[in-house]
């Protein structure tokens, strides 16, 4: 029997910085619910919005996976490892922590806000040398299909991380149902909506809700609406 949870998107905890605001899935800096500490390999789930011409000053991190999807606008990223890139939104960005790392990221646009999730993992291996990654995602793939964007694999589609997880992103007509087949034994799902309504055995996620499912092989997705998620397969024991 699937085992699951369910986090509205209402229960979710908020951070107003003025020139950030956050909305964190799971207990992240002042936000902290002992129920809501990770899913499995996956720690931190913020939906930020960045303010025009504001950003993150630069911070260190370290034995971490940090990936950025950018929903919209863009951020100018800046690290110790000499680089500097611009990512925007259709494009997605790893960072492999490891030994250490001091990053800072800037909305360069003074005139929109920047969206994007910042997600971090529990990694396999530690202590690795700090990598950063970017990659333009294929923006003619097919809707209604399960797109690959992250996996453990360096020659797979999509980004690579030390941990084994697969991120898939999706853009379901209304009335779509397609079914998700878990890669390894042991982990699960957690399904993040970014648009949309969509049914997960049984249970109905409107925007912005998060759904994790594990001890099951496969579920089902179907759009109620037209929709978008992602959906973050990973390790529940690490």
Same mark, same amino acid.
């Given at each position: 029997?699937?085992?699951?949870?369910?986090?509205?998107?209402?229960?979710?905890?908020?951070?107003?910085?003025?020139?950030?605001? #956050?909305?964190?899935?799971?207990?992240?800096?002042?936000?902290?619910?002992?129920? =809501?500490?990770?899913?499995?390999?996956?720690?931190?789930?913020?939906?930020?919005?960045?303010?025009?011409? %504001?950003?993150?000053?630069?911070?260190?991190?370290?034995? %971490?996976?940090?990936? #950025?999807? $950018?929903?919209?606008?863009?951020?100018?990223?800046?690290?110790?490892?000499?680089?500097?890139?611009?990512?925007?939104?259709?494009?997605?960005?790893?960072?492999?922590?490891?030994?250490?790392?001091?990053?800072?990221?800037?909305?360069?646009?003074?005139?929109?806000?920047?969206?994007?999730?910042?997600?971090?993992?529990?990694?396999?291996? =530690?202590?690795?040398? $700090? =990598?950063?990654?970017?990659?333009?995602?294929?923006?003619?793939?097919?809707?209604?299909?399960?797109?690959?964007?992250?996996?453990?694999?360096?020659?797979?589609?999509?980004?690579?991380?030390?941990?084994?997880?697969?991120?898939?992103?999706?853009?379901?007509?209304?009335?779509?149902?397609?079914?998700?087949?878990?890669?390894?034994?042991?982990?699960?799902?957690?399904?993040?909506?970014?648009?949309?309504?969509?049914?997960?055995?049984?249970?109905?996620?409107?925007? =912005?809700?998060?759904?994790?499912?594990?001890? @099951?092989?496969?579920?089902?997705?179907?759009?109620? @609406?037209?929709?978008?998620?992602?959906?973050?397969?990973? $390790?529940?024991?690490?």
């Amino acid at each position: 029997m699937a085992q699951t949870v369910v986090h509205k998107a209402n229960t979710r905890g908020v951070a107003d910085h003025g020139w950030l605001k #956050s909305y964190q899935s799971f207990s992240f800096a002042g936000y902290y619910n002992p129920e =809501r500490i990770n899913f499995g390999a996956l720690r931190v789930l913020n939906d930020d919005i960045v303010t025009g011409g %504001m950003g993150f000053g630069e911070h260190p991190h370290d034995n %971490m996976e940090i990936i #950025s999807i $950018p929903l919209e606008g863009e951020l100018q990223h800046k690290d110790s490892m000499g680089n500097t890139a611009t990512i925007k939104a259709g494009e997605i960005q790893v960072m492999s922590a490891g030994t250490g790392i001091y990053h800072s990221e800037y909305n360069p646009d003074a005139s929109k806000p920047a969206k994007f999730l910042q997600i971090w993992l529990f990694p396999n291996k =530690r202590n690795v040398t $700090p =990598r950063y990654d970017q990659i333009l995602l294929d923006a003619t793939e097919q809707k209604n299909e399960f797109v690959q964007i992250l996996s453990p694999n360096a020659d797979d589609a999509g980004v690579w991380i030390y941990q084994d997880a697969w991120f898939n992103l999706a853009k379901f007509d209304a009335e779509t149902s397609k079914t998700y087949q878990l890669h390894k034994k042991g982990n699960g799902v957690y399904i993040f909506v970014l648009k949309g309504e969509v049914e997960v055995n049984g249970q109905v996620l409107e925007t =912005r809700d998060g759904f994790g499912i594990w001890e @099951t092989d496969s579920f089902a997705v179907k759009a109620i @609406t037209d929709a978008e998620f992602l959906l973050m397969e990973v $390790p529940m024991e690490f």
